[in-house]
């Protein structure tokens, strides 16, 4: 076993994002967007075919990685997610004419960034992998160059995501200097020695918890999603939203899980912050009537749901496995979600409103279920994976006897089931108003979003194959 | 395997619905024959039931979560056994009769119709308490969707409202379920099945039982609905179409009734005792108030929606007196309930169809007219004010007899409630006769001199609610016979904290 061979599936979608650039230059417009998406899907197809190839038993390059379960289950979330997103763009990329090269070469690109962060088993992997993540999807956001929206989607994604990872590094110094080592584990041992926190550990939990809780978007650190979200083109919020949220909590998970020994610390901290946020989250996406702003601040609210697991770190596999399964399910029914407002072409980058759903169902049927779908498994509602996926969290929050933290999130759901069901009400029960926008449905669209919708049911009656892997990539991760 | 073919028929049937969907008049054939074989596939589940046995029949069990010990497993027993057929029959005359009534968007209609089916025969098997979450979650899209769609001017108002109400409570209901399973054993032991959890519910401290048995209670008071928790259902009834409105009060109502006799008294012995004066009290507040909120009610649907409150009041009263008659009146009550108003609000909606008028002061003589139509009104009317004779009456004079019987050491006993019960009936006497004579008697308004009586069709839906209606007026022995044994094990767990062993 090689090194290199460890990491042959981040090298099979570098490579890919490399020859897709060079393939945009060589083909023309049309061929580029028949075969570029191809290209992009064959290249994440044989990475998730290398992937059960390169488990390793020791970290590689002198420390700096690890391949275990953790790492397996991650990289193929992020393949997938970027597979769907793939699949959805073409019609769309085609129609506003957006650089097609690009585009996917960003995704990809994005997606090592995400992979890197969960092999990482030392801070500056860590970083870089955060770093090489976030950067393609302040592009993407910006990818509409003349529209301002988009403009400023990128501008404010990009301010603050520098902003937050300028403290997150200054918090993985001030971790170094606690603890004498950037690797995960001398930093576990390290803080179990010195017994209890010193005021220097909690300047350094503090400025981490805040550069990780702006890549997750945690409230009071989630200004720039909304804003990102709606700006960015469609079909590149349907995958920021997911990879770079899960990318974000793999991160999470690794430091936190290092920070171990502060446990008594960080849990009513995190406890505290998932309750404001998914509140936060549910109460402003309440008043949306832009579906894409709603379903961003839905996003937010997510995030309160997978920390409120983090939190129940102390619960064991449990909660890691809750995490993991989480952001499985989030990442395919948001993207989805989103991906749905692709049926509809409204002008610039702005999303459908609620009006213009109406009779959607009617409009296009398929469209109509198929957000539907995603929807009800927004809410939590059963046979959805979203569903189960609740389930697994309040598993572990309440073990941890977190039981007001329980309380909160079905509450949350509650609420936030209003403004799904909205939705639900304008697709299904109104009727078409004049000068609704053009549907747009491709047949690539519709049969990758029916195949995700297919997965979230299926996921949601028999999640027993997903849940016991996502509870074997927790091993590592509790030590 | 019968059970599981009550789950899936109403699946399987999807697919020949959705393969004519292209003619209307095939799905709707097609509709009425799945339903028709559910019905028949929940008679043999009634045919092949030991009478006499307090225990599960007929059980099924599969691994269905081994990583968290939640399996597929159904049953019934002497209670459960009997909501399958009323489900499947009030479910084969919403359909037969929809078929005259729906005119747009038919396929759908029918798809969330089944769907709807395969919640509600769930809830009534389900032996797990993560599959019973499930059904009865599943129970919530498809008549989110019947009363959005199809319904009446404020539709999306009331079925919001309806779907919020209800999520509210199952939400907390789910977090009180993880709690149970987390304090079921330890870990790589624990469980959600029902008997596992009763045998082993010595585990369940006072305290637990308290908050959890509040979790629950909720729920299912919302569900039920109990008072104050009903203000969603005079809106989701009065805007649901005629089979939505059947289907609400004839069995969704009734999963929270079941709900507490299944799982909150013989889990919760301790959580029963400490909300049993609340649960009381609110229960006589409910049956006095729907019972006077009725009566004062213009619109025709609007009055049988809030009979329902007072009705239900009766359930829940009759249950937690704790013995042997309240409990058996409830049960009654909840299966009369279900023919009876799921009757009454058939013939509202006939009424509804005929003269698109539903206000009370806009009808009148309509007995003139429709001599087919009264007499069934007026048996349905008087079964469900309670005359001796007719099934209403069984429920009622139980659950009164079980109110005066109810003696607690501390608190108001039953000659406080059982009186102020017993003034309900009166009211109901009242409001429904009142309601009876302005709809049916008096002159006929020139607008209705030409509107025909019953059709086949819609004598072919009500017959069989008759004919039950007086069958079990008259002779309710073998119902009570089917019930009481495992009624009386549940009474046994509730009442005595010690009871564990033995539970099968």
Not at chain 1, 180 to 197: H, K, V, Y
Not at chain 1, 228 to 237: E, Q, S, V
Not at chain 2, 314 to 320: A, D, E, P, W
Not at chain 2, 393 to 421: I, K, Q
Request: hydrophobic content about 55%; some cysteine; overall charge neutral.
């Amino acid at each position: 076993m090689t090194d290199v061979q460890g990491v042959l599936p981040e090298i099979i979608v570098t490579l890919t994002a490399m020859l897709v650039l060079l393939g945009e230059s060589i083909l023309d417009r049309d061929e580029g967007g028949t075969w570029l998406p191809v290209l992009t899907a064959t290249g994440l197809v044989a990475a998730l075919v290398a992937g059960p190839f390169t488990m390793a038993p020791t970290p590689l390059f002198g420390g700096f990685l690890t391949v275990d379960t953790f790492t397996t289950f991650f990289r193929d979330l992020f393949i997938v997610l970027a597979l769907v997103a793939t699949a959805v763009s073409p019609s769309y990329l085609r129609r506003r004419g957006l650089p097609i090269g690009e585009y996917y070469a960003l995704i990809l690109f994005s997606t090592v960034g995400a992979m890197t962060i969960a092999l990482a088993s030392d801070l500056i992997t860590l970083f870089l992998g955060l770093e090489l993540m976030t950067i393609p999807i302040y592009v993407l956001a910006g990818m509409q160059r003349r529209d301002r929206a988009s403009n400023e989607a990128a501008l404010k994604y990009f301010l603050l995501g520098a902003f937050s990872s300028a403290l997150l590094l200054y918090g993985f110094v001030w971790l170094y200097g606690v603890t004498g080592t950037t690797d995960f584990g001398g930093i576990t041992a390290a803080l179990r020695s010195a017994g209890p926190a010193s005021g220097t550990t909690i300047v350094a939990l503090a400025l981490v918890t805040v550069g990780l809780g702006f890549k997750a978007a945690v409230v009071p650190f989630h200004q720039w999603t909304p804003d990102a979200y709606d700006g960015a083109p469609t079909p590149a919020t349907a995958f920021m939203s997911v990879a770079p949220k899960a990318a974000a909590f793999a991160a999470i998970l690794q430091v936190f899980g290092a920070l171990a020994p502060l446990q008594a610390d960080w849990t009513t901290a995190l406890a505290l912050l998932a309750v404001v946020t998914m509140t936060g989250g549910n109460v402003v996406a309440v008043a949306q009537r832009n579906v894409k702003r709603m379903l961003a601040y839905s996003s937010v609210a997510h995030t309160g749901y997978v920390l409120a697991a983090v939190a129940a770190f102390r619960a064991g596999d449990s909660a890691v496995a809750g995490v993991l399964f989480y952001l499985a399910a989030y990442g395919l029914m948001n993207l989805g979600a989103f991906a749905c407002l692709l049926f509809l072409d409204t002008e610039g980058t702005r999303g459908a409103t609620l009006t213009e759903l109406s009779g959607l169902a009617k409009r296009h049927p398929l469209a109509g279920l198929l957000l539907a779908v995603f929807l009800v498994s927004l809410a939590g509602i059963p046979p959805t994976i979203g569903f189960v996926a609740k389930v697994f969290v309040l598993q572990p929050v309440l073990e941890a006897g977190l039981t007001w933290l329980a309380v909160a999130i079905a509450l949350n759901a509650a609420l936030a089931a209003f403004y799904y069901l909205r939705v639900v009400v304008h697709v299904y029960m109104y009727d078409a108003e004049e000068g609704a926008p053009r549907l747009v449905p491709s047949w690539l669209l519709q049969a990758s979003l029916a195949l995700t919708a297919v997965a979230v049911v299926a996921l949601g009656i028999v999640p027993n194959a997903l849940y016991a892997w996502a509870l074997e990539a927790a091993a590592p991760l509790v030590r | 395997m019968i059970l599981s073919w009550l789950v899936l028929i109403p699946i399987l049937g999807l697919v020949p619905l959705l393969a004519v969907s292209r003619s209307e008049r095939a799905v709707k054939i097609v509709a009425v024959a799945v339903t028709l074989v559910e019905l028949a596939a929940s008679l043999v589940v009634l045919a092949s039931f030991q009478v006499g046995e307090a225990g599960f029949q007929l059980r099924e069990s599969a691994e269905w979560l081994p990583s968290l010990g939640i399996r597929y497993e159904l049953g019934v027993d002497g209670i459960s056994v009997l909501f399958l057929p009323l489900t499947t029959l009030l479910t084969a005359i919403s359909v037969l009769y929809s078929t005259k009534t729906i005119k747009t968007r038919v396929t759908e209609f029918m798809v969330a119709f089944l769907l709807l089916e395969v919640g509600m025969v769930g809830i009534f098997m389900a032996l797990d308490l993560f599959l019973f979450y499930v059904f009865f979650e599943l129970m919530l899209v498809p008549m989110y969707l019947i009363i959005g769609i199809w319904g009446g001017q404020r539709r999306i108002y009331a079925t919001l409202k309806f779907v919020l109400f209800t999520l509210a409570g199952s939400l907390l209901m789910l977090v009180a379920i993880v709690a149970v399973y987390l304090a079921s054993g330890d870990e790589g032991h624990r469980t959600l099945s029902l008997p596992a959890l009763i045998a082993g519910r010595g585990r369940f401290s006072a305290d637990f039982q308290f908050w959890v048995f509040l979790a629950f209670g909720l729920a299912f008071a919302i569900k039920l609905p109990m008072f104050p928790f009903h203000t969603w259902l005079p809106d989701a009834h009065v805007e649901a179409p005629t089979a939505g409105s059947i289907i609400l009060a004839g069995i969704l109502l009734k999963a929270g009734g079941y709900g507490f006799l299944r799982f909150a008294l013989p889990l919760f012995p301790y959580g029963t005792q400490a909300w049993l004066p609340a649960i009381i009290l609110l229960s006589v507040i409910g049956i006095l108030y729907g019972a006077i909120v009725s009566t004062v009610q213009k619109d025709l649907k609007k009055l049988v929606a809030y009979s329902s409150v007072a009705h239900m009041g009766f359930v829940t009263l009759g249950i937690f007196v704790l013995n042997l008659q309240g409990a058996m009146g409830a049960v009654l009550q909840m299966l009369n309930h279900g023919i009876v108003t799921g009757a009454l609000f058939l013939f509202v909606g006939i009424q509804y169809e005929k003269t698109h008028r539903r206000t009370i002061a806009d009808l009148g003589g309509l007995a003139n007219r429709w001599p087919l139509y009264t007499t069934f009104f007026m048996v349905f009317t008087l079964a469900s004010l309670g005359l001796p004779g007719l099934n209403g009456f069984v429920g009622e004079f139980l659950v009164l007899l079980g109110t005066f019987a109810f003696n607690p050491p501390t608190g108001l006993g039953g000659f406080f409630w059982g009186p102020l019960a017993g003034i309900g009936v009166i009211l109901a006497a009242v409001y429904l006769l009142w309601m009876f004579q302005r709809v049916m008697f008096g002159p006929l308004r020139e607008a209705y001199q030409k509107l025909p009586d019953l059709t086949p069709l819609e004598v072919a839906c009500a017959l069989p609610l008759l004919v039950l209606t007086v069958a079990l007026g008259v002779f309710p022995q073998p119902v009570i016979a089917i019930i009481e044994p495992s009624l009386a094990r549940i009474l046994a767990l509730a009442t005595d904290p010690g009871v564990t062993a033995a539970f099968r």
